[in-house]
């Protein structure tokens, strides 16, 4: 017996018919050849690119706005219902139908409660939030993810179709000025669709994520990563030596006397600096930068047995750091040995070996209320702190504005998005909702 998303016998149906079937690769080609032909790329080639399973999901986005084309002669839904549909259960048959009049559009994704539903905003219409019943993609969409699929109602409920594409921002970016080209809108105009125009604009959806996403397979050069000082990304790892008969309280003394050193535990200190804005060396490279307390971590120190293990990320902060040391304690140390390894060194490292367990692990529960407080007293202080996407003024500030108020409400959601993007981490799991209630924004949080 047919259950529902079990398109085999309308498939055969279409293969058998000539007509149709030139009409169903008609409007799958609709949807892909802009950008295989923008590219000069085949059919192959974007599995070789994206992954096998891009392009089954791609058909099916031109399968599926297929379903709801109406030619002089009729509709190939009413066409196969009207001939195969006895051979249907009724919820097929009504899905079939329900799939047919809905149209894609462009969702953000809230309340995600993995292997049952989600809550989905459709951006491009004024239709409130929907719930909709999901196992599968609900796994590994995230707070605030950005899709565009078809929503369909199935007795009480909604359900999402089959062909589901999770868009980045730049992704919709270029979604939106496809959309205001195709309907000659202007920047200023409210991107408000109608059912008819979202039906008719389907192929751009298709079009705007393989754009985005052949580009960046294409262009996955190597990110140059630098640090706050500009310099180029070099892992340094100095292990001093201890000097014969020297312990570790003595070392920790002298270590406490250096101002920039921040002790976190009798065997463990930050090295810190005023914060400082990028350096122009960096280019439009990644910049790597941490900070606390207000301040620019430069390094890390860690005495481990007879060794003072000094982990800094730039050839500059090694000397530099090598020398503060040595000023402070350099005659109760040995000269260091230092080994130094890139960024995909490190990368290539960790997936090789994969976690580590030692003796001085930080339980789970310990590691993850560490980072929930460092994570409370770096946002806390980001609420007071001018942000570049807010123009240069801090939340508190920008919220004081109607305009100012969006640009915060998108920066709280990208927050959360990419904290909640880090798998298994702790700041996985870190709960925003405080920053919604400090700046009055509780009610936008859906």
């Not at 539903?117 to 707070?143: F, H, I, N």
């Not at 090694?318 to 990368?347: H, N």
Request: aromatic content about 8%; glycine content about 8%; hydrophobic content about 40%.
């Amino acid at each position: 017996m047919a259950e529902r998303n079990d398109i085999s016998s309308l498939l055969a149906f279409i293969g058998r018919e000539g007509d149709w079937r030139e009409r169903l690769q008609d409007v799958v080609a609709e949807h892909l050849m802009p950008a295989l032909e923008e590219f000069e790329i085949d059919h192959d080639g974007v599995a070789d690119l994206l992954g096998e399973q891009w392009s089954g999901v791609l058909w099916g986005c031109g399968f599926e706005d297929f379903l709801g084309q109406r030619y002089d002669d009729g509709n190939i839904v009413d066409l196969y219902l009207k001939r195969r549909g006895w051979k249907e259960t009724a919820l097929n048959r009504a899905y079939f139908a329900a799939l047919r009049d809905a149209p894609v559009s462009l969702y953000e994704v809230s309340d995600v409660r993995p292997g049952a539903s989600m809550v989905l905003r459709d951006l491009l219409a004024d239709a409130p939030p929907v719930t909709v019943r999901e196992k599968s993609a609900t796994r590994t969409l995230k707070q605030w993810d950005r899709i565009a699929v078809r929503v369909v109602p199935e007795r009480d409920h909604h359900v999402i179709s089959g062909a589901l594409l999770p868009f980045r921002a730049e992704a919709v970016d270029f979604l939106f000025a496809g959309l205001r080209d195709a309907l000659k809108l202007k920047k200023r105009d409210a991107l408000r669709l109608s059912r008819d125009q979202l039906l008719g604009c389907a192929p751009i959806f298709t079009s705007a994520w393989l754009f985005i996403e052949i580009d960046r397979a294409l262009t996955q050069a190597q990110p140059q990563f630098t640090n706050s000082d500009g310099d180029d990304v070099l892992f340094h790892d100095l292990r001093f030596p201890l000097a014969s008969g020297v312990t570790q309280k003595a070392i920790a003394q002298r270590l406490d006397e250096v101002k920039d050193f921040l002790p976190e535990g009798p065997k463990f200190w930050n090295w810190l600096a005023a914060r400082k804005g990028r350096s122009g060396k960096a280019g439009g490279g990644i910049m790597l930068d941490t900070q606390m307390e207000g301040a620019t971590v430069l390094g890390s120190l860690e005495l481990k047995g007879k060794t003072l293990l000094v982990t800094v990320n730039s050839a500059g902060r090694a000397a530099k750091v090598e020398a503060l040391i040595s000023a402070a304690a350099g005659d109760l140390l040995r000269p260091p040995l230092t080994t130094i390894r890139t960024v995909e060194q490190m990368r290539a490292e960790q997936r090789r070996d994969g976690p580590r367990e030692t003796a001085d692990e930080i339980p789970p529960e310990v590691a993850r209320q560490l980072m929930r407080d460092h994570l409370d007293r770096h946002y806390r202080e980001t609420l007071d702190a001018p942000i570049p996407a807010l123009g240069g003024k801090s939340p508190r500030q920008a919220v004081r504005t109607a305009g100012g108020r969006e640009k915060v409400i998108g920066w709280l959601k990208y927050l959360e998005n990419r904290s909640a993007r880090h798998g298994e981490s702790p700041i996985a799991e870190y709960d925003f909702s405080w920053m919604w209630a400090e700046l009055g924004l509780e009610s936008y949080r859906r």
